[in-house]
């Protein structure tokens, strides 16, 4: 019913920028927070950063003043600005959102397949 696809993953150096997108599509009446989580190997999935419908965000504080989310409503897309990237930054990204499908419905999680994200000389 719902698919978010992920792009924007691959090798940068440390210091460097990267530009994580995620669309959602399907069957959607409304979209509340989306956010972006990540997990690397022999690690729990974490969140890395979250933003509401309205626009507020919230952030991990290993990433704060470095990543950057956003969110175009009309096209159900989320952003993810990572710059100043570290070794410690390698994982897989994944995008998360909370999904309405109709008016009298309440929200679900979705989940996209994941980009990875690798940080390395």
């Known amino acids: 019913q719902v698919q978010l696809v992920e792009s924007g993953g691959g090798l940068v150096q440390p210091g460097g920028s990267l530009r994580l997108s995620c669309a959602a599509s399907?069957?959607?009446?409304?979209?509340?927070?989306m956010g972006w989580y990540r997990q690397a190997p022999g690690k729990q999935r974490e969140l890395v950063a979250g933003?509401?419908?309205?626009?507020?965000?919230n952030y991990a504080d290993s990433v704060k003043g470095r990543f950057t989310i956003s969110r175009d409503n009309a096209k159900n897309t989320v952003y993810l600005q990572m710059n100043g990237l570290k070794p410690e930054d390698t994982a897989v990204y994944y995008c998360?959102?909370?999904?309405?499908?109709?008016?009298?419905?309440?929200?679900?999680?979705?989940w996209g397949q994941g980009t990875q994200v690798t940080v390395s000389s």
């Open positions: 998360n959102a909370a999904v309405s499908v109709s008016m009298y419905s309440g929200f679900n999680n979705y």
């Open positions: 399907g069957r959607i009446f409304s979209i509340n927070v």
């Open positions: 933003i509401t419908s309205g626009g507020r965000t």
